[in-house]
């Protein structure tokens, strides 16, 4: 590799500086799970719209206990009562049911006698016990979602609430994700000599659906010039990003990087000083991003994790994720690398008060069981020997 590597840092600056969002479309809520917000969502009224019943039991006033006092209704949630509540009586109220006028207090039904007529009244209940006051979860106008997150189960609860039908999301990217090389199996497919599964296809194809892009049917590339430029070319057509994993060094069946060149794909960078992942490539068509991560599994799921995952994010203006803890320290020594910067899956724990990072297993880039259990990415910088037990190292997300 002929030109000077650069940074993690600076590669990551140039996907992003590429990034343009891809816009926005309204949904319903139902069709919203796992979508990025676009705009802030403000409550249109008051949670809950009106005082209401924390407990199945009776609407009264507040007072002391030893009353009896005249059964004369019923509220439901649903179906409130239009009678107001005066002195000595009571109105049966149902979790959720609206809190009478007149009524300060709801007493459990646990904790009264009725025999149907009257109710008798068996603990003292101050004012506002076990009423859930209108707006105490939201005011009207008051902002219950940000721009930029990732709608879950409770995000889409709270729009709901708020009263929103429909929310402004971002466009899903697409993404094609294409496999280079003759040895590639399909997976369970009985093996022959030399040839090997194709477990970067699926786990690549997993990584874009976890960061919220469509991804279009992976295609495995034979070591073909114009079978690599006939599907890169289509990829080009119908997604908005393509990956390729393998293919992009300089050996004679390294045959994509000449064919996205073909294609008029602009290189914008080739070659991070990472282990592992150093040839990575990344380029655009227009606005179209195209990234050619190395073909060992290991160091496409690392490189993914650095530069196709934010890039995936920007696309849908959404905030990216990041570790709950940024540094960590090292558990054991790590023998670094000279002249490269390391990516070494991590386990994290907690210990006297930090955040440990203990190595998972061995790192090699072929190793695919390093990323079972993994939590995150430990970045070592370059150097001779070894970096410590001790030594404070920087944290990056681990794609999922």
Same mark, same amino acid.
């Given at each position: ?23 926005? %479309? ?47 209704? %019923? ?13 000595? %009586? ?11 006028? !007149? ?42 979602? +940000? ?9 889409? !609860? ?56 469509? +991804? ?23 997604? &908005? ?141 370059? !150097?001779?020997? &070894? ?14």
């Amino acid at each position: 590799m002929s030109a000077a590597l650069i940074t993690i840092e600076r590669a990551r600056e140039l996907v992003l500086a590429h990034t343009r969002p891809l816009g926005d %479309e309204r949904v319903a809520v139902e069709d919203a799970l796992g979508r990025v917000l676009t705009e802030d969502v403000h409550a249109v009224g008051d949670v809950p719209p009106f005082a209401c019943s924390a407990m199945d039991g009776f609407a009264i006033k507040a007072g002391p206990s030893g009353r009896t006092l005249q059964l004369v209704g %019923e509220s439901r949630a649903g179906t409130p009562s239009d009678q107001p509540l005066r002195d000595g %009586e009571a109105i049966r109220i149902s979790t959720g049911g609206a809190v009478p006028e !007149g009524a300060t207090a709801v007493i459990r039904q646990e904790d009264a006698d009725t025999d149907g007529q009257t109710v008798t009244v068996n603990e003292a209940v101050e004012p506002g016990e076990n009423v859930r006051n209108a707006g105490e979860d939201m005011h009207a106008g008051t902002k219950v979602l +940000p721009a930029g997150i990732v709608l879950h189960a409770a995000e889409l !609860g709270a729009a709901v609430a708020a009263g929103l039908g429909e929310l402004s999301v971002s466009r899903r990217p697409t993404v094609q994700v294409l496999s280079t090389g003759d040895e590639l199996r399909a997976p369970g497919e009985p093996l022959g000599p030399g040839e090997i599964h194709n477990s970067n296809a699926p786990m690549l194809v997993a990584l874009c659906s976890g960061c919220g892009a469509t +991804p279009l049917a992976p295609q495995r590339l034979r070591d073909d010039r114009a079978a690599t430029e006939a599907a890169l070319g289509q990829g080009l057509e119908q997604a &908005d990003v393509v990956i390729v994993s393998g293919g992009v060094s300089v050996g004679p069946h390294d045959h994509v990087k000449p064919a996205l060149a073909a294609l008029g794909v602009t290189e914008v960078f080739w070659g991070v000083s990472l282990q592992p992942g150093k040839p990575t490539w990344f380029g655009t068509a227009g606005d179209k991003l195209v990234f050619g991560l190395p073909g060992n599994p290991v160091s496409a799921f690392v490189t993914f994790s650095l530069f196709a995952r934010p890039a995936l994010f920007a696309l849908q203006a959404a905030i990216e994720d990041q570790p709950l803890d940024t540094e960590a320290v090292l558990a054991t020594a790590v023998r670094r690398n000279p002249s490269r910067e390391m990516a070494i899956r991590v386990r994290l724990e907690r210990l006297d008060g930090r955040t440990v990072a203990l190595p998972n297993g061995p790192q090699a880039s072929h190793i695919v069981t390093s990323l079972l259990g993994a939590d995150a990415l430990a970045l070592i910088p370059a !150097g001779d020997g &070894d970096a410590p037990a001790g030594t404070r190292v920087r944290l990056q997300p681990l794609a999922r």
